[in-house]
Each structure stands twice: as C-alpha cells, then as structure tokens.
C-alpha cells in the first residue's frame, strides 16, 4: 500500500459510522507471533483502556515487548479491538484457522 502524506500504510475498519486504523503490519506480525506461539491463543477482545485477558492476542497487540513497542492502532481512544478486527484479515488471507465463538485464535499455515 502506497503512503499517503508520508503516513505509514494502515488498515482502516468501517463498524456503522465509527472508523479505526491499524498500523498495516500488524497482519504480519501478527502472523508471525501466531507461526511462534503454534497453539491456540484467546483473541481478548476490549476495548482501549479496558483490561484484557493475559496472553491473549489483544494482550500482546497493546504490549511495549511486541514489534511496534505498544499500541498497533492509530486512532487515540479506539486503538483497542486490534484482536477483533484484524485477526479475522488473517483468515481471510488463509494465515490462520479460527473459532470465533470459542473466541479463540491459532496459527493455520
């Protein structure tokens, strides 16, 4: 994806009339802690500022050890949810096998 204005590439989510942006690499980093961890893994859905379950894939998307050093959203207040919008990107790519309901993630390929 090009740059727009010298802006790093992103992934914006359209839910109703609300929009959120996520820095685009964190598809692949996501990937490829997925591909290290091979087990199952709780998505953690929240909210930012919300507590999130440990170990889980939202735990480790606002985590200053992960690869962009903390948040991977772009927009202040909404920076959370990167679990929920962004995994599923992952499965539509063929990247992971998932059950939604269980709320559960795991690296597939």
């Given at each position: 994806m090009a740059r727009r204005n010298g802006e790093a590439p992103?992934?914006?989510?359209?839910?109703?009339?609300?929009?959120?942006a996520y820095q685009l690499r964190g598809i692949d980093?996501?990937?490829a802690m997925l591909k290290k961890h091979t087990d199952w893994m709780p998505l953690g859905n929240a909210d930012e500022g919300k507590p999130v379950t440990a170990g889980s894939v939202e735990a480790w998307a606002r985590d200053a050890s992960n690869p962009v050093g903390g948040y991977y959203g772009l927009r202040?207040?909404?920076?959370?949810r990167f679990a929920n919008y962004v995994s599923p990107v992952l499965e539509l790519l063929?990247?992971?096998?998932?059950?939604?309901g269980r709320g559960t993630t795991?690296?597939?390929?």
């Open positions: 992103k992934l914006v989510v359209q839910v109703g009339t609300t929009k959120l980093d996501l990937h202040k207040g909404y920076r959370g063929g990247w992971r096998n998932s059950s939604m795991a690296f597939a390929r």
